[in-house]
């Protein structure tokens, strides 16, 4: 499912005077954009029903910036801080000094995962590697224009959405419960999620980012009677077939399919579609396109 944001709609969220932004480049389901800052100019984001058209935010602004929240807290947000604005919760940002402030749109639907599984972090998301990776690469979509092209624009919204899930999914434990049954378990899934396209993510990558051994990661799929190379796989599996069902990125090989979901080869995408009980990736793709 691909839901095309509207530009102009979606700047409504943060005020009617913020319907033209300094920039604005759309990716299929995805918007980078850049806004610029006055001093005590308020931005009033606003709750969106849920109706499965919600997007959801991701800001980094230059200057300090400060937050009311519904529930009327003031928080005080850094120059280079991630600012996550929820679909769901009303929010007021105010600018401390004139500058600029980038924001990447999301469909919510495409990271909504965080709330089954670790939980949504608070609005303000401390610096980290993965957020400043995000800045940069939005920083270079904005201020480095470049032709367009089908296959461009599905990977760069790809990776912008995994990059947000991605940030989404490092700040969350800091605000998890305690205690939450099956948390570390959720947590698990939700690394998987993120790190599902690349090649060379295993479960001896996902023990060392759960901070566990490989036999730990195990019995913890174990109580739960999965494994998490069977997990691993099927995930993946479900990536290619949303890939094969895109009918915008028909130009994809199989061999450029199981690439992008995180497959060595296109052997290695045949073998788990026939462990998934599935037909090989080319039956399916025909099918799909029938």
Known sequence: MVIVIDARTAMRLLGERNEHPLVARRYRSVLATQHALEPATSWTWSAQPADGDEVAVMLIAAVPVTILDSDGEVKEVPPG????????????????????????????????EIQSGVGAPSAIVASSVLGRGLQAFLTSLLTQPSDPTV???????????????????????????????????????????????????????????????????????????????????????????????????????????????GFADAAGLRRAFALAGLPSPRLVRRAIRA
């Open 151 to 261: 296959c461009t624009d599905y990977l760069v919204e790809r990776l912008i959405v995994e990059m947000v899930f991605s940030v989404l999914v490092e700040a969350a434990p800091r605000v998890a419960v305690e205690g939450r049954k099956g948390s570390g378990i959720d947590r698990a899934r939700s690394l998987m999620l993120v790190r599902r396209g690349e090649r060379d993510f295993d479960v001896a990558a996902l023990a060392r980012d759960m901070h566990m051994s490989v036999r730990q990661l195990q019995r913890l799929f174990a109580a739960e009677g999965s494994a998490p190379a069977e997990e691993l796989r099927r995930i993946r599996v479900e990536l290619a077939r949303e890939l094969m069902s895109d009918a915008d990125y028909a130009p994809l090989g199989i061999a450029e399919i199981a690439e992008h979901s």
């Open 81 to 112: 801080a991630l600012c996550f604005l929820h679909p769901h919760r009303d929010m007021k940002l105010a600018a401390a000094g004139s500058g600029t402030a980038m924001c990447a749109w999301v469909p919510w639907y495409a990271v909504d």
